[in-house]
């Protein structure tokens, strides 16, 4: 493991922003903390780098305990939510302002700032002042400043929340393949589940101050394996009564059940339904237009569930009575998670 | 539609002529027309008696005595500025409230007690005399704050004390700690932070505070009037001002507007320097 921490606690006053965290990264890999606002994964981020101290537990970085190593001397880079770049400083001087500290000859500054400079795409640029270059351009200076001094493990804290829509997707793809190519150690902070998926390799789910579960993120969506991850993945409705729909395993001790729109199979009246006898009738309430799919609100037995319709299938009304059939649920017992298929998949085809 | 929004546009623009002409005529009553007639006043007796007036042994000694409280005023709480305005906003311990408002003190407190004040403490019955005479009696020196220029300088530095830190709190505060926190991060020190990467910020906030700073200790009355007794020696400008005019002759009543002149034209310097620098400051704000 190259960084990994053992047993940390931290409070800020009465609140546990950290409880009892342990866990492990290997080297070169780019993994995601991934957790809603105030779970505590920045503030574990921030002790990582040595801005903030555990209570107690232990960090270490490459084998060593760093808790009573500086932040200057742990060898990181960190990219902050608001970039943080010197406003006062061109990009030029605030890619270089590290290189400068660590007293390296003039000439070798200014080819590793160049070169920087120009792997982030911004050649040409470098006279200019942070006000003068837009979220996108800002984040990469960010993002240039914090890798100019080599370090060995590189700290993005919401890199893409300041940026608009369309180019958080461009950088999304830029920064992952830009960490691949420098085989950098990489740790990021977001609250965004798609972010996480499709950027890490592997994702840390927080929740008040605790790990809930670490995986790759097909892993974690795939098999969630505590209540929590289990609801905040996928855009899960509850099933307050899952017995209400039909030949799911009945078990006992059952706290909650969720069911994600790609579990949930929508189906008019004129169409045909293999699991027919498994299926149950529901009221389409409201349908949203999603770009590329249609998300429709029906109501089973009282129950609001999310689910979508593809474009290319024949439209469904508002009011209108479909037939709902549910390929598997994800039911919670005290922390636990386990997954339920729906057993008419299994009995047909044993039948077959 | 269109009438009414053509009656919007009328009545708007009432208000701003009226409001124009409540702040034009404030203004002109209460600062331009007093102030001129400062002007006037210190030249009914000739160009010649004005400059006579102003090279006199007591108006050239006032204008030293001011000069001096004014530099050292500006100097200490300058530093003292920085210095507290960073700890108050970097740094998080108990009492930090009190001090916030500790500083405040010279802006409700009467400089009048401010005067008292220093005489109590460093009068002859004051708890601070006897340390003060034996530092005399160690080192052979007669050093006197009382009715000195010494307690003319404290004085003054007490009635300016918030001003410097008062400009940059607000600055400190909104710039937040992420820049330092990532400089810090790449190793430098706290020094080279504050110059390379705080110090551009709060730049132009200080210079405001100086000028506020040097303003008010030029015109301080109240505080070092308790502190200073001797004309010729320990008087500053405004002392000897209001001991020219309360002398009462018509020669030194008009000596008086003089030395008011002096005042208010050092005023005006120093509010066309804060507009120059502010106007730059805007032009520039990417700039070093």
Redesign the interface.
């Known amino acids: 493991m190259y960084v990994e921490l053992r047993n940390i606690n931290k409070y800020y006053g009465d609140f546990k922003a950290s409880d009892n965290v342990s866990f492990g990264i290997e080297q070169g890999k780019l993994v995601a903390l991934l957790g809603p606002s105030g779970s505590g994964k920045t503030t574990i981020l921030r002790m990582i780098a040595g801005l903030e101290h555990p209570d107690d537990g232990e960090i270490l970085i490459d084998g060593k305990v760093v808790n009573n190593i500086p932040a200057s001397q742990r060898g990181i880079g960190f990219v902050f939510q608001s970039y943080a770049l010197f406003r006062y400083m061109t990009v030029y001087e605030n890619v270089a302002f590290g290189l400068e500290l660590q007293k390296a000859p003039k000439e070798e500054i200014k080819k590793r700032v160049l070169e920087l400079i120009e792997l982030v795409g911004l050649k040409g640029m470098e006279k200019r002042y942070p006000n003068q270059l837009s979220g996108g351009q800002r984040q990469r200076v960010a993002f240039a400043r914090a890798l100019a001094p080599n370090p060995k493990l590189l700290l993005l804290d919401e890199p893409f929340a300041a940026i608009d829509a369309k180019v958080r997707q461009e950088l999304r793809s830029w920064l992952k393949n830009t960490i691949e190519k420098l085989g950098i150690t990489s740790i990021f902070v977001t609250h965004d589940q798609d972010e996480a998926i499709e950027v890490a390799d592997e994702i840390i789910i927080t929740n008040k101050g605790r790990i809930e579960q670490k995986g790759t993120p097909i892993e974690v969506y795939r098999n969630p394996k505590t209540a929590f991850s289990a609801s905040f993945f996928g855009q899960p409705s509850e099933l307050p009564n899952y017995n209400a729909f039909r030949t799911f395993e009945q078990r006992e001790n059952i706290d909650k059940a969720f069911v994600r729109p790609e579990f949930v199979k929508v189906t008019k009246k004129s169409e045909v339904q293999v699991y027919k006898n498994s299926a149950v009738e529901g009221t389409v309430e409201q349908i949203f237009f999603r770009g590329d799919t249609l998300e429709l609100l029906i109501n089973v037995n009282n129950t609001l569930i999310t689910a979508r319709r593809g474009l290319d299938e024949e439209l469904v009304g508002i009011g209108e009575k479909v037939d709902v059939f549910i390929y598997r649920i994800f039911v919670t017992e005290g922390e636990k998670a386990y997954l339920l298929p729906n057993l008419a998949i299994r009995e047909e085809s044993v039948v077959i | 539609m269109e009438i009414l929004d053509k009656k919007e546009q009328r009545s708007k623009r009432i208000t701003k002529y009226i409001l124009i002409a409540v702040s034009v005529f404030f203004a002109v009553t209460m600062l331009i027309i007093p102030l001129a007639a400062v002007i006037v006043n210190s030249l009914r007796e000739g160009v010649s008696f004005y400059f006579k007036a102003l090279s006199t042994k007591y108006v050239l000694s006032a204008l030293i005595v001011t000069l001096i409280a004014t530099v050292l005023a500006v100097l200490v709480n300058t530093v003292f500025g920085i210095i507290a305005s960073y700890l108050l906003t970097k740094f998080s311990f108990k009492g930090k409230n009190v001090l916030s408002t500790l500083i405040d003190i010279p802006f409700s407190i009467s400089p009048v007690i401010a005067g008292l004040a220093f005489i109590m403490t460093f009068g002859r019955l004051g708890w601070a005399s006897g340390i003060i005479d034996s530092i005399n009696n160690a080192l052979g020196t007669n050093i006197k704050i009382v009715f000195a220029i010494p307690g003319v300088v404290l004085a003054t530095i007490f009635v300016t004390f918030p001003f410097v830190s008062r400009e940059i709190i607000p600055v400190l505060n909104t710039i937040?700690k992420?820049?330092e926190?990532?400089?810090?991060?790449?190793?430098?020190g706290g020094f080279?932070i504050f110059r390379?990467?705080t110090f551009?910020?709060i730049k132009w906030a200080l210079v405001y505070g100086i000028i506020l700073c040097t303003a008010r200790a030029l015109g301080e009355f109240g505080a070092v009037h308790a502190l200073s007794k001797t004309r010729g020696e320990t008087f500053t400008l405004p002392l000897e001002i209001d001991a020219l005019y309360m002398s009462g002759s018509a020669d030194s009543i008009t000596s008086a507007f003089a030395a008011s002149s002096l005042l208010v034209l050092i005023a005006v310097a120093v509010l066309i320097l804060r507009n120059v620098l502010e106007y730059r400051a805007k032009n520039k704000?990417?700039?070093?």
């Open positions: 937040g992420d820049e926190e990532a400089a810090a991060l790449m190793g430098a080279h390379k990467i551009p910020h704000p990417e700039k070093e």
